[in-house]
Nanobody, 116 residues
Framework: VQLVESGGGLVQPGGSLRLSCAAS????????MRWYRQAPGKERELVAA????????NYADSVKGRFTISRDNAKNTVYLQMISLKPEDTAVYYC??????????WGQGTQVTVSS
């Protein structure tokens, strides 16, 4: 299983970014996909999750209304669209895949920095 995140970077407060996670090595449509983040000195936290078919999503309260998770099962890719970014959104963002076995799979992470 391989998960490769991209799309991170430096953005000003109020700006937008779209993260992508390209997945391989498993049947993508069978995997529950999630985005987590970890800020310096803090625990990793769940940001957003999407069901296998994409019909069900959920979000951390801190990002509701600003972040949108989506997936394209034809492209084996999950996305995280982030708008109205705040300095407190600064973190390393990780892609997660699981749900078809007992194992959890993680990407290497992509840095998002929100700063003026």
């Amino acid at each position: 299983v391989q998960l490769v995140e991209s799309g991170g970077g430096l953005v000003q407060p109020g700006g937008s970014l779209r993260l992508s996670c390209a997945a391989s090595g498993f049947t993508f449509s069978s995997g529950v996909m999630r985005w987590y983040r970890q800020a310096p000195g803090k625990e990793r936290e769940l940001v957003a999750a999407i069901s296998t078919g994409g019909g069900s999503t959920n979000y951390a309260d801190s990002v509701k209304g600003r972040f949108t998770i989506s997936r394209d099962n034809a492209k084996n890719t999950v996305y995280l669209q982030m708008i109205s970014l705040k300095p407190e959104d600064t973190a390393v963002y990780y892609c997660y895949a699981g749900g078809w076995s007992k194992a959890d799979y993680w990407g290497q992470g992509t840095q998002v920095t929100v700063s003026s």
